[in-house]
């Protein structure tokens, strides 16, 4: 049987990630990128799905954590006898550092040590590749373990006795290793010759070296000083991890198919860039000091969107790409039964209307920090704006991606506000010339008036989900965030109520709607951040604002990593893992909290030199 | 030998020539890609070597052009058929002689029978190639086939 969701811990390299479980199995590993085909997929099938399994031979004790400030991640194996550390990392190193020797293309790497008595582990490579449909037939050759699929290599390197088992599908071995003995394992993926053969011996530590060293001089870079420190580097480190350099990409999760029901069909492919995630992670990469993350964001942007402007997917792959047509592949079982298990995401082609606000308020918050806005990029946006007062009113499929009739979400509709509030903060500002900016006016106040005739709900007493309905949604906690109200109004202190009462799934947890209880749904992880921001931000107390994220940080795993949904019940993880859009919520409460305690500090100290004085 | 003809046709199937081994990589028929192999020479960094053995492989197939132009000088005619059969010996000197060299002569190349060191790192291509891809062999063959026999068709005695 697969581990629990939150018992996988996560590496990468920025290009792709691989998801370990604690018993020391690479269960899943997608080549080249983030959504590529899996070359382990056991996560999905156990059976069928490959994995890269180094684990003890017999039951024993198993803590693990990450090197400080890195994404490498180090697992403890004591046994009675002895005791093994195991390290695994997605080798990545600064251009500086990588000039002086040839670099694989893409590579894995692993290293066992024994650091007491003696240990057995048992090895299991058993490579499954396109999610389990290749013929598999491993060859040992002079320089590792072959595999060759057409014109892709897949090269184990190991210094471990592996022999070829199952007919060419597995190798494995049993160690016994002794105090101070060492196996290293490189598993190389080559699509151009010569493929390059990393060596063995010290360069394994040489390399893990340059690794920690490259994620210690990216999170060197980390400006935040706030409360729950450790927790928002953490957070910063998955979403540096989730970044795809080459585009500036941030996909919203590493996997796919992990239910948000288990033994259900809710099982959806996260591995691609939603739009929607844009304002919140530009906020939390230029609050925490990261501008060109930031600005390699927003940029990705302005590219992906160039082809299809002024309309906007809701999604991209890494490379700006609208994702493939989603399907199902019938050949894995799914997570503890939950089929299908589907790569490709329907949702492209979903009509989402609030991705207008969430790019235009990405790009307004850059804007602020200084980001200069080309005449090209001024006639996208005016663009944008021109489309959200033509469509605004029209019905759609809401952030949460609905797959049934079209609505009018209050949610949409306070997007297309944001986006025409933020065109004419831009053109006020004289960053945005040449914009119909009377119609943006015009269109931004009736849009107003229509959130607060239709959105709000006396019944209710909070904003609903849909104009003129009854029933609530975590997403209008995000009214403040936004500036449509102050947080500090009594309509927004009374929606924040009225969500915690209806939505409320105990501990500090929420549902996203109201429907979600009765589908069976987990809570939503970032819906709870959302209250936790308007919380900080002025609508409860510090205090209160403190309880809601240590109740959350409650629910990471050891690692500190959020999949997307919890389940009340149980507290495990659902959904996919880990999730970007949980670590930005995460980072962007604690910026708020930060900025609450700042002003209250100076309010405090204000107040004491006014009463020295008098 | 017309030296106009042979920068002019030596520089076109080399291109032709350097071209169909890159398609032949891009449709997943060999792995092999010729400017990384011989630019790897030279720098480790893969974008910087890519570039040089571009270069040096537009040099060499100038160079060796000048091979398939004498050979037409002396035979009295030039046809594409007689380019092809002398790129197809040529191709099977590459596959047969030259690659297995390749460790040798290469600072980065792994040995085949040694260990995988620091400094030399790179996959050696073993018998014909067939390190980089079971099609690798005929994909060698078919581009210098092409490249004599586009020499053979355009280049006038």
């Known amino acids: ?614 | 030998v017309n030296i106009g003809q042979w920068l002019l046709w030596g520089f076109a199937a080399t291109i032709v020539l350097t071209t169909l081994l890159a398609g032949t990589q891009g449709l997943g028929l060999t792995r092999i890609n010729v400017p990384y192999l011989l630019g790897s020479m030279l720098t480790p960094r893969r974008d910087r070597a890519k570039i040089y053995g571009f270069l040096m492989h537009l040099g060499l197939g100038w160079m060796f052009s000048l091979v398939y132009l004498a050979t037409f000088h002396q035979l009295q005619r030039a046809t594409w058929w007689l380019g092809a059969v002398i790129g197809l010996l040529h191709g099977s000197f590459v596959l047969i002689a030259g690659l297995p060299t390749l460790p040798g002569l290469h600072p980065r190349m792994a040995n085949p029978h040694g260990g995988v060191t620091l400094h030399r790192q790179l996959e050696p291509p073993g018998f014909l190639g067939l390190n980089y891809g079971v099609q690798t062999p005929v994909s060698v063959l078919v581009a210098h086939g092409l490249f004599g026999a586009i020499l053979g068709a355009l280049y006038r005695i």
């Open chain 1, 1 to 614: 049987v697969v581990d629990e969701i939150q018992s996988y811990g996560v590496i990468g390299d920025g290009r792709t990630a691989a998801l370990v479980s604690r018993s020391g199995s690479i269960d899943w590993l997608c080549w080249p990128q983030f959504d590529g085909p899996a070359l382990f997929a056991a996560l999905l099938d156990p059976e069928r799905g490959g994995r890269f399994s180094i684990s003890p031979a017999r039951p024993c004790r198993t803590t693990r954590n990450y090197v400080d400030d890195t994404n490498v991640l180090v697992t403890r194996f004591e046994a009675g006898e002895g005791s093994a550390t195991l390290t695994d990392l997605l080798p990545i190193a600064s251009s500086t550092e990588d000039a002086g020797h040839a670099a694989p293309e893409h590579v894995l790497l692993r290293q066992l040590v024994c650091v007491r008595g003696m240990i057995e582990i048992d090895v299991r490579f058993e490579p499954r590749p396109r999610f389990a449909t290749a013929r598999v037939k491993l060859r040992a050759k002079e320089h590792g373990i072959r595999l060759e699929l057409g014109s892709k290599l897949y090269l184990l390197r190991t210094d471990a006795p592996l022999v070829i088992v199952d007919g060419g599908c597995a190798a494995t071995a049993r160690l016994k290793l002794r105090s101070g003995e060492s196996v290293s394992f490189w598993l190389v993926r080559a699509v151009e010759a010569p493929a390059v053969l990393p060596p063995l011996g010290d360069a394994v530590s040489d390399e893990i070296g340059r690794t920690i060293r490259y994620w210690r001089s990216w999170i060197a870079r980390c400006a935040y000083e706030g409360p729950y420190r450790e927790a928002v580097r953490r957070s910063a480190l998955v979403l540096k991890l989730l970044s795809f350099p080459p585009s500036g990409a941030v996909v919203a999760a590493a996997t796919t198919s992990l239910p948000e029901r288990v033994g259900g069909d809710l099982n959806w492919d996260y591995r691609f860039c939603w739009l929607r995630d844009a304002a919140f992670t530009v906020r939390a990469f230029l609050e925490l000091g990261y501008l060109d993350e930031a600005e390699a964001f927003v940029d990705w942007l302005m590219h992906t969107t160039r082809l299809t402007r002024p309309r906007l997917h809701v999604l991209y792959d890494v490379f700006g790409r609208p994702p493939h047509h989603e399907r199902e592949l019938p050949q894995l079982a799914g997570y503890r039964g939950s089929r299908p298990v589907r790569v490709g995401n329907a949702a492209a082609e979903q009509l989402q209307l609030d991705v207008y606000g969430e790019v235009i308020d990405a790009v307004a918050q850059l804007a602020r920090h200084g980001y200069p806005l080309d005449r090209d990029t001024q006639r996208m946006l005016c663009g944008f704006g021109r489309y959200v007062c033509d469509h605004w009113s029209q019905p759609d499929n809401s952030l949460w991606e609905f797959r049934g009739p079209a609505r009018e979400y209050t949610h949409a509709r306070l997007l297309s506000w944001v986006a025409l509030e933020r065109l004419v903060e831009l053109h006020d500002r004289g960053l945005l010339k040449r914009c119909p900016a009377e119609r943006f006016r015009s269109e931004r106040d009736r849009l107003r008036r229509e959130i607060q005739r239709r959105g709000w709900s006396g019944k209710a007493g909070a904003y609903a989900q849909v104009l003129d309905g009854d029933t609530v949604d975590a997403s209008t906690l995000l009214l403040g965030w936004y500036g449509f109200h102050d947080v500090r109004s009594r309509r927004l202190r009374a929606n924040a109520r009225t969500i915690r009462e209806r939505l409320g799934a105990g501990d500090g947890l929420l549902y996203r709607y109201e429907q979600s209880r009765a589908d069976g749904e987990g809570a939503f992880a970032i819906c709870s951040f959302w209250l936790a921001e308007h919380l900080a931000r002025g609508g409860g107390t510090r205090e209160e604002a403190r309880d809601c994220i240590d109740q959350m940080l409650g629910y990471t795993n050891d690692l500190g990593l959020f999949a997307e949904e919890i389940d009340p019940k149980s507290s495990a993880a659902l959904g996919n893992v880990p999730q970007a859009y949980s670590h930005v919520g995460l980072i962007n409460a604690a910026l708020s909290l930060a900025v609450r305690d700042r002003d209250e500090r100076r309010s405090a100290t204000a107040r004491a030199e006014v009463e020295v004085r008098l």
